[in-house]
Structure formats: C-alpha cells, structure tokens
C-alpha cells in the first residue's frame, strides 16, 4: 500500500477512491477501519461516520484508522472532508487534523477542499459554489453543518489551536516551485496549516507536485488528483487497466434519498416526474413505525418493473419546522435508521442494485447493510462511481454526497451500470 486515507463520511470516501482509482491507483474502501490483513491495493480508503460526531470521538476514530493504515505499509496520508467544508466552527476537522500530525511527528500541512470540475473552488481562501460564496449558497441551510462563513482561513483557525496561513491564486497559479517556497516562508513563519488556493484541476496537480514529500495532506477529493502522479514517478506506482471495471449487474433497482441539499432536491423532483416514489415524513414516523411498512407495502409490486425512489428529502421550509419539532439531531437520526431499516428490506427483496443519496443516509444504509468493503466502479457523475459489495451477495451501491450529481443522476445511474 501506498497511499492511506482517511474520510469523514461514507460518500466522501467513494468520491475520493473514484479519483484515485480514476488516476490509475488499485483502490479498496472500507466501512470502517478494517480489522483483518491489508488487501491487495495501492490505497485504501477507510470511510469513517465522524463529521458530525463529538471531536473527542472522531479523533479516536481518525487516529485508530491511522495506525492501521501505517501497520499496512501507507507512506502517506490523506484526511478528507467534503468539498463544501462542512464544519462548524467548534467542528472535527481541525482537532482531527491536528491529532494525525501529532500522531505522524508532522509540522506541517495545507487544506484545500477544492474541486473545480465539480464547481467547488477556493480563491484569496474564500471557498465558492460556482460564482457563488459558500455561505451564500444552498449549504448555509444545512441541516446538520450550516456554512455561514466561506473564508476557510478563518474557519479552520476556529478550530484549530495553530495558525492558519494562506497559499494565494499567484503563488500557485506561478508554479510547483512557487508553491514549496510558499510552504517554507509559512513554516518559517510559525504556521502550521496553509489553507490553498486552487480553481482549476491544474492548480489542484500543482499542489499535488508540491506535497510530495509531505506525511499528511487535507482535503477533498480534488487534492488527491495529483497524488499518483508522484508514486508513479518514484517508480513505485504501475498504472493498472480496468481498474474501474465491475462484473455485469442484475437484480431489482432502488434509490433511497435522505439528503436535503439543493442537488438531490432537484434529482428527486426530476426522477418522479416519470417514477414511482414514495415519500417518508419525519413528523409521521416520530409517532411509529407505520411509514416504513407503508413504504415496502408501495414498493413490493413495483420491484421489478422500474427503479423505485423512496425519499425524505424535503426543502429547507419544511426541514426547518421538522426540526423545530423534533430538535435537529433526534430528526436526522430517525430518518437515517429508517431509511437504512428500509433498504436492508428492500435488498432481502432482491434489490442488487441501490442508489443512496446523502453521506449520513449512505454511512446508516451501509452499516445495516453489514457491507464492510467495496470496489470501486465506474463513475456516474463527477465523483459518483457504482461500487460492489466485497462480499458474496453481488450487491451494487451508488453512494451519492447530497450536493453530486446533474439533476437526471438517478437515471443515469442505472445508465451506466445497464
């Protein structure tokens, strides 16, 4: 192994194990950090649920990944968090990514959650949703991590007890040599973070040269678009064919949807325009248990015949009165073990394939699902790919972060694995 990563949410880890696979890299994800023998991969992607959780637990979970991944032969190290930050301000990112450098004896490291392909960028440290500032896009009404702040230097230095400095658009857009003498002038400076710049793929490989000999690097996905390269050079990296490439599908099809983003907002209006789908409301299963079974009673005779979705995405309005209800956290939860209670039902069903869309909803349903690791397929959408079940049951999993996708992702989904 070459490479050892370590994500926040389940999704976010499929999004980065695309790119490295996608970049010639054998990739393994695994739910959780693995307790058996390391597989045959050049990286492995272990897909923690600790974005939301206290910092104190997801330091615990972070540093149990690392060591595992360091007893696997990994040289270096990649913490990933979404491409839209999502953190507050007394969030995980920054206690995480101060414990993993303690933890590897480093001094220094940039985060950079842009991907441009995907309209994420960062410019003068300010992250952008297209021409957009995070904090005036959708994600300021995120239900579980609103953004209300897009200038990263100043959140990430909320979170962490170091200085926060910033590698602008002139020192990378200048070059790899720019930006190493920009890591030095920072470290010199007493900075122990360098929030980077970057607003095409070409700064994000860029800033991957650069960080070749780095112990830990921060990010999205995007930052490690540049990161087989440097193996590759070394001479310690092969490219692989078909490395994306799945055995063919069967079953029935299924999507379940608990992301409140804008995106999946827009995907799920789009597929029941032509669809079945059945919607699940908070308020209605706060009192039992009678939606879940109205939801398998809708879906049993439609199994079969045509991709069935079955939702609790709702627009911010109507999250926004839920919660008030319900309180914020105990209304994600009921919805995630719900959802997840459904799918496993739909796959003793026969569903073989299963579109999930929201990383909290994906991390309950692949937990309930028992599916402890996954190969990565082809991609859907930028950063979406079909992966499959490293066991014997052939079960084929989209895993869609709320904010992917083109608005006809669901049918295209099954597209792509037809």
Known sequence: MLLGCIADDLTGATDLAVMLARNGMRTVQSTGTPKGPPPDADAVVVALKSRTIPAKEAVAMSLEALAWLKQAGATQFLFKYCSTF???????????????????????TIACPAFPTNARSVYQGHLFVGATLLSDSGMRDHPL??????????????????????????????????????FVDLRQQGFRYAIADAVTDTHLRTLGEAMADFQLITGGSGIAMGLPENFR??????????????????????IIAGSCSTATLGQVEAFKASHPAFFIDPLALAKGRQPIDEALAWARPRLGKEPVLIYASAPPERVA????????????????????????????GGVRRLVVAGGETSGAVV??????????????????PWTMGM????????????NFGSREFFRKAFEVLA
């Open 145 to 182: 991590t609103p953004m209300t702040d897009a200038n990263l230097v100043r959140v990430l230095g909320a979170q962490t007890k170091h200085k926060v400095g910033l590698v602008p658009f002139t020192r990378v857009e200048a070059g790899v040599t720019s930006v190493r003498q920009a």
């Open 233 to 254: 050079k070394a001479g310690r990296l092969k490219t692989s064919e078909g490395v994306d490439r799945l055995p063919p599908a069967s079953g029935h099809a299924a």
């Open 86 to 108: 999502d953190s507050t301000p007394s969030g995980n990112i920054g206690p995480v990514a101060d414990a993993l450098l303690e933890a590897l004896g480093a001094d220094f």
């Open 391 to 402: 066991d014997d049951r052939a079960l084929f999993l989209a895993l869609k972060s709320g």
């Open 321 to 348: 009165a839920i919660q008030q209800q319900l309180g914020r956290e105990e209304a994600g939860a009921l919805v995630e073990k719900a959802l997840a209670e459904i799918a496993v039902r739909l796959v003793e």
């Open 367 to 384: 937990n309930a699902l028992g599916v402890q690791a996954l190969r990565i397929g082809p991609e859907i959408d930028t950063g979406v």
